[in-house]
């Protein structure tokens, strides 16, 4: 029978029951539920163990649906942290407390813990991984950047033999199904977002998806294992897209590119860039060709290049995906005797240190910046002065025709040039006469591919 493979059963292997509580029956926790539960037999086969819901706790949820109506339901997580046969407690409560004390206490009881809590994680990180360190329990976290996209097992494993020079991506995506129709439909942001939230990918708060905060906590956890460094929110510079309009987005694509909001690090060796905002992206760039509520995140590793991630950043499912992964990798290392066999962040904690951050004012990269005027003359040449006085060379510059009013729109497509020049240059120009509106300045990806 060529080319054709029988499987053989040598022994029936004794099954194991890894039993799992879990905190919060929202949209992910039930992603977990019915992950485990569809794929219970997949898991056996696969693991050699039955991977059991055995406990949930919810404040709001009165009676859970089947096929889990015979699971304990309890409104006290109390009842899944003191219960002595669970193995393994999820989070998926989100926000800081009390998400903290229950994983904190969790840990303390020799419970291994899953959490997708990015907000949580990226500000009291270094206290939650070295309770995982003291107790000798192993912390996953996978859900929380990238939402499906198993990232952090990428980083964490299978580019374990690499530096990483740069790690850049799109990891929200009401952001980017904001961003993607304010490009195809040329609307503006507010109907974008109204769209994005019916749609249910936006946060309880969708501040933070639109104003860089969510994707700044997944920079946090990324750099973190990136570099061995513990990277917190307050390290990282965020600016949002909502002051973005339609004719930022045109104007983007008459120069050749797409505006994305990126998370963006690059190592340095002694300091790395901590940055996400939006970002002109070259339309033949990877990046600037994943759209609408999908996430991409590319690291460059110095033994491996450029690697490229894509997928759901969100949902039910394949957030439910994620976290079952990590209760699986547990529930492995728990049957194998090898908890703590991958570091909870990579790195050895001896190596841990905090982070040299690159002052954004140093940063160089090339600019787009629009400019609102009234149409006088004399006022292309004195913004172009100002730019020339400050070192910064211009490379394209598109004018608005003339419209009903008096304003016009200049936008500069300016070389590589240097941030804290760029500031002045712009304090300079909203300060003229003929300036009528803030300026809006946009960084453009710096394009290195390999
Ligand atoms: N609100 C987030 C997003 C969900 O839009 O990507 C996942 O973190």
Redesign the pocket.
């Known amino acids: 029978m060529q080319g054709n493979f029988a499987y053989k059963i040598h022994k029936t292997p004794v099954m194991k029951e890894i039993r799992v509580g879990l905190i919060g029956f929202g949209t992910v926790g039930q992603g977990l539920a019915h992950t485990l539960f569809n794929q219970q037999e997949t898991l056996r086969r696969k693991v050699g163990a039955t991977f059991v819901l055995a406990r949930v706790a919810d404040l709001s949820v009165e009676q859970l649906p089947p096929p889990f109506s015979k699971v304990p339901l309890s409104d006290s997580a109390d009842d899944v942290l003191n219960d002595p046969a669970i193995d393994i407690v999820v989070e998926l409560i989100g926000g800081m407390e009390p998400a903290r004390s229950f994983l904190l206490a969790a840990m303390a009881e020799g419970k291994h813990v899953v959490t997708a809590n ?1 907000a949580l994680l990226s500000v009291h990180g270094k206290e939650l991984f070295a309770a995982a360190a003291e107790h000798h329990v192993e912390i996953g976290f996978e859900a929380s950047v990238g ?1 499906g996209i198993p990232v952090i097992k990428a980083l964490k494993e299978g580019l374990v033999a690499n530096k990483i020079e740069v790690l850049r991506g799109i ?5 980017n199904y904001i961003l993607t129709q304010m490009t195809e439909h040329s609307i503006p942001f507010a109907d974008a977002l109204a769209d994005a939230q019916q749609k249910g ?3 309880a708060d969708p501040t933070y ?1 639109v104003e860089g905060i ?1 994707t700044a906590h997944k920079l946090a956890i990324l750099m973190s294992i990136a570099y061995g460094r513990h990277v917190h929110l307050d390290h990282i510079t965020v600016e949002g897209i909502s002051n973005l309009k339609p004719v930022d987005v045109e104007f983007a694509r008459q120069f050749g590119y797409r505006i994305k909001l990126l998370a963006i690090s690059r190592n340095h060796g002694d300091h790395v860039e901590a940055r996400v905002h939006p970002t002109m992206v070259p339309e033949d760039h990877m990046l600037a060709m994943i759209n609408g ?1 999908f ?1 991409a995140i590319e690291f460059r590793g110095d033994t491996v290049g450029d690697v490229l991630l894509y997928g759901q ?2 949902g039910m499912m394949p957030t439910g995906s994620a976290v079952a992964a990590d209760v699986v990798d547990i529930g492995r290392n728990m049957l194998s005797g090898a908890v703590g066999r991958v570091p909870a962040l990579s790195y050895q904690s001896d190596y841990f240190s905090d982070p040299v951050i690159t002052p954004m004012q140093e940063l160089r990269c090339p600019y787009y910046l629009r400019v609102n005027v009234l149409d006088q003359p004399g006022v292309m040449a004195a913004i172009a002065g100002i730019l020339g006085k400050h070192g910064i060379s211009i490379r394209a510059v598109i004018q608005r025709g003339r419209q009903a009013g008096t304003e016009v729109d200049i936008v500069f497509r300016l070389h590589e040039s240097n941030e804290a020049a760029v500031n002045k240059a712009v304090a300079q120009i909203d300060a003229l006469p003929a300036t009528t509106l803030p300026s809006v300045k946009i960084r453009v990806l710096i394009d290195d591919r390999e």
């Open positions: 990015k939402g990891m929200n995506g009401t952001a990918f936006a946060e998806d969510d509520p996430n950043g969100a």
